[in-house]
C-alpha cells in the first residue's frame, strides 16, 4: 500500500530528478511535473510522457478543467503505463489561474467531479485530485468538506493529496504560497474522520521521520514536497520503514556512484550533465563536504560537461 509520495513540482521532478531518487528509495511514489492537457494533446507526446521502467511507482499530474481535453490527453497517456493519474486542484500560479485550472478549481466541485469522471471513463482507472484545504482567507471547514463531498459523490474519487494550506489567488507568488498561509493539519486529520473511506493523503512543511510518523497516525499516507528536493537522503530508509523492506541502505556514496552510467549515458548522446547534476545538489545535505559538492555541481560541471570531473567529485566525498 502506499504510503509516501513525492509531491509534483514545477521544473524540479522531471524524469532525471525521478531517476536519481530512485537510486535512493526504489518504493516511494513518485509524481511527475504538472503537464497540460493541451500540451499532450498537441504537443511532442513522447517528451511529456515518455519514461524508463526504473522510474516506477510513478503517477502523471494533469492540468486542465475541460473534460472532453481532459479525457483525450488521459486516453494518450494510458499507454504509457503510468501508475496512476493525478488532477492538480492545487496550484494557485496566475498562469493557471489564466488557464482556468489549479487552485481555482476548488470553486468549481461539479466541474471537478465532471473531469472526473471523464477521466475515469476515458481510462477505466481511479483518478485522484491535489487540492488545498481552502481558498484565500476563507478559512471554513464548510469549504474543503463539501468540495470533497461532490467530487467524491459526483464524480466517484475515492482519494485525495491535501496540502494542509490555503491557496491564496490574488496577491502572493507560488512560492509566498507555500510558506505563508498557515499550515492547518487538523483540518487534513478532520477529513480523514469525516471521510473515514476515502484515502486521504496529507501534503505540506513536512520535513522529518518525526513528522511523516505522527501524520500517519491520523491519515492514510504522506507526501513530501520542498524536503525531498533539498535533503533527498532523508529517504534513504523509507523502503525498510514505510514498505516492510530489509534492504542495506545505500550510503550517498554510493548513491552518487550509482549515476555514474546514467550520466555516461547523457554525455555519448550530446547531453548536458547539468540537467541532471542540479537535481543532486542536496545528495550531501548537513555533511561537513556539503558546500564544496554544490560548488562543483554548480559551477564546474556546468561549465566543463566532464563526466571525470563528476567522478573526481564523488571519489573525494568517500564517507
Not at 189 to 195: A, E, H, N, S
Request: glycine share 6%; proline share 3%.
Amino acid at each position: 500500500m502506499e504510503k509516501i509520495a513525492i509531491a509534483p513540482m514545477l521544473d524540479w521532478t522531471d524524469k532525471n530528478y525521478r531517476y536519481f531518487m530512485r537510486q535512493i528509495s526504489q518504493h516511494t511514489t513518485l509524481y511527475t511535473e504538472m503537464i497540460v492537457a493541451d500540451a499532450i494533446i498537441h504537443g511532442e507526446r513522447d517528451k511529456l510522457l515518455s519514461f524508463s521502467s526504473e522510474e516506477h511507482p510513478l503517477v502523471l499530474q494533469l492540468g486542465g478543467s475541460d473534460p472532453t481535453k481532459l479525457s483525450h490527453a488521459a486516453k494518450v497517456a494510458k499507454e504509457y503505463g503510468y501508475k496512476e493519474i493525478n488532477l492538480n486542484c492545487g496550484c494557485p500560479s496566475d498562469k493557471v489561474q489564466s488557464g482556468s485550472f489549479g487552485a481555482c478549481l476548488m470553486q468549481e466541485a461539479n466541474l471537478v467531479a465532471d473531469c472526473i469522471k471523464s477521466l475515469q471513463d476515458a481510462t477505466g482507472e481511479n483518478i485522484t485530485v491535489k487540492h488545498r484545504i481552502g481558498l484565500d482567507r476563507n478559512e471554513d471547514y464548510k469549504q474543503v468538506y463539501d468540495f470533497i463531498d461532490t467530487v467524491h459523490n459526483k464524480g466517484g474519487c475515492n482519494k485525495f493529496i491535501v496540502h494542509a494550506r490555503n491557496a491564496i489567488l490574488q496577491g502572493l507568488s507560488p512560492k509566498q504560497n507555500r510558506e505563508i498561509p498557515p499550515l492547518r493539519y487538523d483540518i487534513v486529520y478532520q477529513l480523514k474522520t469525516d471521510f473515514p473511506h476515502l484515502d486521504i493523503m496529507i501534503n505540506g512543511g513536512i520535513k522529518t521521520i518525526d513528522d511523516i510518523n505522527t501524520h500517519l497516525s491520523h491519515v492514510d499516507s504522506v507526501m513530501l514536497g520542498r524536503e525531498a528536493y533539498y535533503n533527498p537522503y532523508l529517504f534513504a530508509h523509507v523502503d525498510n520503514l514505510y514498505y516492510n523492506k530489509n534492504n542495506p541502505v545505500k550510503t550517498r556514496h554510493e548513491i552518487a556512484s550509482s549515476m555514474i552510467p546514467y550520466l555516461e549515458n547523457i554525455v555519448k548522446s550530446g547531453g548536458k550533465l547539468h540537467h541532471t547534476t542540479r537535481h543532486m545538489i542536496g545528495l550531501y545535505h548537513g555533511c561537513k563536504r556539503a558546500k564544496l559538492w554544490r560548488q562543483v555541481l554548480t559551477t564546474k560541471i556546468i561549465q566543463s560537461n566532464s563526466l571525470d570531473e563528476y567522478k573526481e567529485l564523488v571519489d573525494y566525498m568517500v564517507e
